[in-house]
């Protein structure tokens, strides 16, 4: 990789500061292409074309990025050039060709593998064996520290999202702030209101919405550690397993608080028992009633259970007593602010040009965050076949996106479909009062 001159540097800073400074992010990333660091110059282009679609400059610069080879590497200048070969005597015969064993000849090819080693690495490394080195994304210990010698199987993890890397969404936010966090922020205020920061909350709505990136943002603001638990991870075919790791997956929750514990696909986890046929099913959603409500009084002080289900309406009623998961959020498709910024968010690390994404999220109402993500990915599919038939590399435009749009179609309405005749003829003592609400507004209901 060539070396960084001190202007390139210090162009650097000056982009960090400035970062919507379009015309120095684009200097920068004509000294990084005239540099051979191309794939940084696509980056500070993409950056570029992302605050200011339409420049022409950065369209130009992009197209050439993507079009020039990377450069070779520079030969070291500490390794002293070999010397010439001397010539061979008339008549004696030349050097070899390089074919086979024996034909190597005095062609130093040491030298010239590592010349290339910086230009072609490796297709496999190997880890070096020092006990003391860390491995990469290593859980958290049973304890919640950083040693990796606790015996619980559960992985317990930090998480950097925080409730402001959602866009839109503030109903979502506010209930949020009032179930965990504005307790967990003001702890005098709650000693003097009595409020414990035991409790769970129970998140509903169609998939692909963004549940389980809620529960990561609730940890991440609360500065907590984070588990994720799906129903294969509990759910053991030997009688009384099931039961032990729900009780061991508690407790290692509670040794690690502050911590946020994420039940997905609750539905399944805690069915109705009079659903259930199975006995062993049965006796797990015992246990886990038994665990939300604790062995004592402070035995889940300082645990925050989040459930997500996207069938509520089978969900065991004595789940949501009051103590447990008492209280509902309804998590809908992403409104417009949230589309746009779920769009940026997927558009960002690719080549585009001329791209309204204002216009696109006024045209993805009902789209869900994966929906929209699968947009993004066929109107990528579909630059990219056009370059490979016209052997022109070409950036994505908004004409890719639109196509995408007509081909793709919300995930939601089945959801939807089946939400309403709740809404209309299951909504005991108005559990599910917003879906009717939300329903209404959008003409389906």
Not at 56 to 79: G, H, K, S, W, Y
Not at 94 to 102: C, D, I, K, Q, V
Not at 301 to 312: R, S
Request: net charge negative.
């Amino acid at each position: 990789m060539p070396d960084e001159s001190p202007l390139i540097q210090s162009l650097r800073a000056a982009v960090a500061a400035a970062p919507d400074d379009v015309p120095l992010r684009l200097h920068l990333a004509g000294l990084l292409l005239e540099g051979g660091l191309g794939q940084d110059a696509i980056s500070q282009t993409a950056a570029a074309l992302q605050r200011d679609p339409g420049n022409a400059e950065a369209q130009a610069l992009m197209a050439r990025a993507v079009t020039t080879p990377p450069a070779p590497a520079p030969a070291d200048p500490r390794v002293p050039a070999p010397a010439a070969p001397p010539a061979p005597p008339r008549g004696a015969p030349g050097p070899a060709s390089g074919r086979g064993s024996s034909g190597r000849g005095s062609y130093d090819w040491r030298r010239a593998e590592g010349e290339l080693a910086d230009v072609v690495p490796p297709r496999f490394v190997e880890t070096p064996d020092t006990p003391d080195a860390p491995e990469p994304h290593q859980p958290l210990a049973a304890d919640g520290s950083d040693d990796p010698g606790g015996t619980s199987a559960w992985e317990v993890e930090r998480t950097g999202v925080r409730l402001a890397d959602i866009g839109g969404m503030d109903e979502v936010k506010q209930r949020l702030d009032a179930a965990f966090l504005a307790p967990m922020r003001n702890p005098e205020l709650r000693k003097l209101y009595g409020k414990s920061l035991r409790g769970g909350l129970l998140m509903y709505g169609p998939p692909g919405c963004g549940k389980t990136y809620i529960a990561r943002a609730v940890a991440g603001e609360l500065g907590a550690h984070f588990m994720s638990v799906s129903i294969s991870d509990v759910l053991d075919m030997w009688i009384g397993n099931s039961e032990r790791n729900m009780r061991e997956l508690f407790q290692t929750a509670r040794r690690s608080a502050p911590c946020v514990l994420f039940l997905d696909e609750l539905d399944a986890l805690g069915a109705k028992r009079s659903q259930l046929r199975h006995s062993g099913l049965r006796t797990t959603v015992n246990q886990l009633l038994a665990e939300l409500d604790g062995v004592d009084a402070d035995a889940n002080e300082g645990l925050f259970v989040l459930a997500a289900t996207n069938h509520p309406w089978d969900v065991d009623g004595a789940l949501r007593r009051p103590g447990r998961l008492d209280r509902t959020l309804l998590v809908l498709p992403p409104d417009q602010p949230a589309r746009e910024a779920i769009l940026r968010h997927h558009l960002k690390d690719r080549p585009i040009a001329g791209v309204d994404v204002r216009k696109l999220a006024k045209r993805t109402d009902g789209f869900s965050g994966a929906d929209l993500k699968y947009l993004c990915e066929t109107a990528a599919e579909r630059a990219l076949m056009d370059s490979v038939r016209t052997g022109q590399v070409r950036m994505i435009g908004q004409d890719d996106l639109m196509a995408a749009l007509g081909q793709v179609r919300p995930s939601t309405r089945p959801w939807f479909d089946t939400a309403r005749n709740v809404a209309q003829f299951a909504n005991e003592g108005g559990t599910y009062d917003d879906l009717p609400a939300y329903l209404k507004q959008k003409r389906m209901l």
